[in-house]
């Protein structure tokens, strides 16, 4: 029993120590930096930023706004993920892939969308929504309701279609059945989803600096501008627990809904009929969200090809052109790549391990809490700001013995901690779906360990291996959050590279940041179609 | 020679298994019996190396197997469900341990035709998993570990998820394939039936106990207490008087208490115990009776087809003193 003990230790050593290091220290470090001065924490100094009005403001915004862009995300989501998921009718497949892209643009390239869209000049100018709560509120709608159809979709495809059937024999309406069956049956992908919307949004970075501008700031863009523009570390540090605090809360309870699935439901993937004369009204629905996460994309696409009053490829050409900086926006997209790539098998490596090890069959209660407690922890990052974390990369990495500021691995062990949530919920699901009895039988036959692995594990999991790795690159190659911070001003990202484009004036540079925003999502949107053909459903189902 | 030296299992510190010993002799079968929730399936999975031993040792030909892992014991578990790999063809499946022990191809081929024969799936090499029926898997999974030549066959429920017909046929068909391989096995299932139809030795357990262990039909004809005999399908255990009047009516001694089965008690022109039916039921085989008998009470009877035995009849009964187990006490 401790020889188990101790093999679990130190295999879970490795990601933790990684944790530790890259994720622990820092946050902490950062947190420091305001709770802590003259050798004792400063307990007025945290009441007196709770109390100061624009944070109060912020906070208020950043709440109603996410639960705004949730509620939106839903209502748009539910009659898509029906169509989607339930219907059969041709091109279904294509459009749930195409219903993934807009989660997986990067956040910097849905607020470029967005301005081209709503901007002075754009096709909806004239609403003067540019700079409102609405736009944000838009954005945030439109990059989540990939989630909702995405977790609602999957939901609904495997549920039991016999209870509608059982109602509808007792007379019940299509409306009644829907009301009164089929939505409390899918209430707990309906919170789960909820959930994991309103913390995306509350967290949302690059889409509210983009469009909120300094007016409307979130906790997340506040936080930014506290700690680059005010060097207010204090109010920066006070902001970021409040938002851990309110983000594990959140991950609870969204645990707790999933944890207790019904035990008398059976997952049946029901055969996708035809469309009828009553699914009319959810297939208006999906086409108008169609158009509404069309727009911005198409918007985005004709901007880049309009340069200086003509169409053409002008923007495109470029991209290639060095800026004051000397960096050019091609350039930004291979350092992109190669950050993406070096993130990806890191993820991939410390995700497969904190898999493994949560998964694997307890001998003990102690082993089990130990293991449940493992896989939470991983989750941790997604619940910390990804400005804190890199900001905490800033100031505690940079003296010996971890002197990383010169180090080409910091940016991509940054982006790896914010891909590594979404690794570790794709892969354990699948290791965890593996009958043990599999693995009994193979070694009972001979096989050893490595052998057992190679048998059972490998060709359950090399699919979903892939389909997070492309996650992990399509995450990667759009973060923005802690990448602005770590990156070095010769060797952007693209994302970095876009930013700085909007930041500087000119009718040239806007519609190269265009042509940037259209390349970059157009990789990753290649990736994730990618990912998408192998099918594996727990990809993105948070 | 397969050898549990006071092998003892426990989970979390609740004991699951306590003190089992057994000895099982090359080439036999031993079917451990017990209800649900016994430990039988845990003192397998102990033999197989899946659970630590909390005390006691498993020996296979007098070597002791403590610290030796699940894959280097050379005992093949066969589950109840098969346990199939699904991505393997049924070929791939069976010929899994062979390719482990890097066995020439042709060879490998040869052993997997000669295996699908004694299962009787000649022809299913290039069949998937996911194509055969529950009978059809459960035959290969039985071929996949009988094809190393396994030291012991761990055998858990094989054939308990298999409808009724298809049990019975196939318990047939695993006592000739073991037989004819030379197996030596351990089964273990909650049916007496199907323990009979296989094994040779037969150990009962009870709430992680052994407690009663031998060959099978030494075990069947002197069960060790009244809650073995009643697992193992006699229908009533008589006590006191009752014991007494039908031990008699047998030409046996007295005995505190009697293990009774439904067979025993038969009607018969020339029986010597008078009873009323209180219920009859007609079967295929004969008519099961419920009947009344002076001094003893209610007890289980059969009449053969086509007898008139209606309840409130007055009947008499012969007992065969083979089908009745005299138990130590009450």
């Known amino acids: 029993m401790t020889r188990r003990l101790a093999a679990l230790a130190l295999l879970a050593a490795v990601p933790l120590a990684v944790l530790g290091v890259f994720f622990v220290l820092p946050v902490s470090g950062m947190l420091a930096q305001g709770l802590w001065v003259d ?18 403001r912020v906070v208020w915004f950043t709440v109603w706004s996410a639960a705004a862009g949730t509620l939106c995300a839903l209502l748009l989501g539910l009659p898509a993920a029906y169509t989607l998921y339930r219907l059969s009718f041709p091109g279904a497949r294509l459009l749930r892939a195409a219903m993934l892209v807009p989660f997986v643009l990067p956040t910097v390239v849905v607020g470029v969308a967005f301005r081209q869209l709503l901007g002075r000049g754009g096709p909806l100018g004239p609403l003067g929504l540019d700079g409102t709560p609405v736009a944000i509120i838009a954005a945030l709608a439109f990059f989540n309701v990939a989630v909702v159809v995405r977790a609602v979709g999957t939901a609904w495809e495997s549920l039991d279609p016999r209870p509608a059937e ?36 509350a967290t949302a970075f690059g889409v509210v600096l983009t469009l909120g501008g300094l007016r409307y700031a979130t906790v997340e863009t506040e936080i930014y501008l506290l700690t680059t523009n005010l060097l207010d570390l204090q109010a920066a540090a006070v902001l970021s627990l409040v938002q851990l605090g309110v983000v594990v809360g959140l991950l609870l309870v969204g645990q707790r809904l999933r944890s207790v699935p019904d035990p008398t439901q059976h997952r049946v993937v029901a055969r996708p009929r035809r469309p009828r004369r009553g699914d009319v009204p ?33 923007n495109y050409t470029a991209l290639g052109r060095p800026d004051a900086a000397g960096t050019t926006a091609t350039g930004a997209l291979v350092t992109s790549l190669r950050t993406a790539v070096d993130a990806t098998w890191m993820a991939l490596a410390c995700g497969l391990l904190v898999a493994a090890v949560a998964t694997r069959r307890s001998r003990s209660r102690t082993e089990r809490r130990v293991r449940s407690t493992l896989d939470g922890l991983f989750m941790l990052p997604l619940g910390v700001s990804a400005v804190t974390l890199g900001f905490g990369f800033l100031i505690t990495l940079d003296h010996p013995p971890l002197d990383l500021r010169e180090s080409p691995l910091l940016v991509p062990v940054a982006q790896a901690l914010v891909a590594l949530p979404l690794v570790v919920r794709t892969l354990t699901p699948v290791l965890g779906g593996i009958d043990d009895r599999q693995r009994q039988a193979a070694a009972s036959l001979g096989a050893s360990p490595w052998r057992v692995l190679v048998t059972v594990d490998l060709p359950v999991l090399w699919k979903p291996l892939l389909a997070a790795a492309g996650f992990a690159l399509a995450v990667s190659l759009g973060e923005f959050g802690a990448t602005s911070f770590l990156v070095r001003e010769d060797r952007p990202t693209l994302p970095v590279a876009i930013y700085r484009l909007l930041g500087h004036p000119g009718t040239t540079n806007y519609g190269t940041a265009l042509a940037a925003s259209v390349l970059l999502a157009g990789t990753t949107v290649v990736v994730m179609l990618a990912v998408e053909r192998l099918r594996v459903p727990s990809v993105g189902a948070m | 020679m397969l050898e549990l030296d006071r092998v003892s299992v426990s989970y979390d510190g609740v004991p699951a298994v306590t003190a089992a010993s057994l000895r099982l002799p090359e080439a036999q079968v031993l079917a451990v019996l017990g209800p649900s929730g016994c430990g039988k399936s845990t003192l397998l999975r102990a033999v197989a190396g899946l659970e630590p031993l909390a005390g006691g040792r498993v020996l296979v030909d007098g070597a002791d197997l403590a610290g030796v892992p699940t894959h280097r014991r050379g005992c093949a578990l066969m589950f109840q469900d098969g346990q199939l790999f699904g991505h393997l063809t049924v070929a791939g499946n069976v010929g899994y341990a062979l390719r482990l022990r890097r066995t020439p191809a042709r060879d490998v081929a040869r052993r997997v035709d000669e295996l699908l024969a004694l299962v009787d799936l000649a022809g299913y090499a290039e069949r998937l998993p996911g194509t055969l029926s529950g009978g059809e898997r459960q035959r290969v999974a039985l071929a996949r570990a009988l094809a190393v030549d396994p030291r012991v066959l761990l055998l858990d429920e094989p054939l308990s998820a298999l409808d009724a017909t298809l049990r019975e046929h196939l318990a047939g068909e695993l006592r000739r394939i073991l037989r004819r ?38 075990v069947w004809q002197h069960p060790a207490d009244a809650e073995t005999a009643l697992f193992l399908g006699y ?8 014991a007494a009047v039908v031990a008699r009516a047998a030409g046996l001694a007295a005995t505190p208490a ?42 289980d009877a059969v009449a053969p087809t086509g007898a008139h035995a209606a309840p409130g009849d007055v009947v008499h009964l012969t007992v065969d003193p083979h089908r009745l187990a005299a138990l130590p006490e009450s």
Do not use: Y
């Open chain 1, 166 to 201: 059982a109602a509808a024999a007792l007379g019940a309406t299509p409306a009644q059945v829907l009301w009164t069956v089929t939505l409390p049956a899918l209430r707990p992908a309906l919170v789960a989803a909820a959930s994991v919307v309103f913390l995306f949004c």
């Open chain 2, 258 to 299: 009697l293990a009774v089965r439904r067979s025993s008690l038969v009607v018969s022109p020339v029986g010597r115990l008078p009873g009323v039916v209180e219920s009859a039921r007609a079967t295929p085989e004969q008519v099961r009776l419920v009947v009344r008998l002076e001094e003893v009470g209610e007890v």
């Open chain 2, 235 to 242: 229908a009533r255990v008589l006590r006191g008087p009752a």
């Open chain 1, 39 to 56: 050798g004792h924490v400063d307990l007025r100094g945290v009441l007196e930023v709770l109390a100061r009005p624009r944070v109060h």
């Open chain 1, 282 to 314: 959810a297939l208006v629905a999906t086409g108008l969200l169609l158009v509404l996460v069309g727009a911005p994309l198409l918007t985005l696409v004709t901007g880049s090809l309009h340069r200086e009053g003509a169409w053409g490829l002008g």
């Open chain 2, 181 to 218: 391989a030379g197996t030596t096995a351990v089964l273990v299932t909650h049916d007496h039936e199907e323990a009979f139809a296989v094994a040779d030795r037969m150990a009962v357990m009870r709430s992680g106990r052994v407690v009663q262990e031998g060959p099978i039909g030494e």
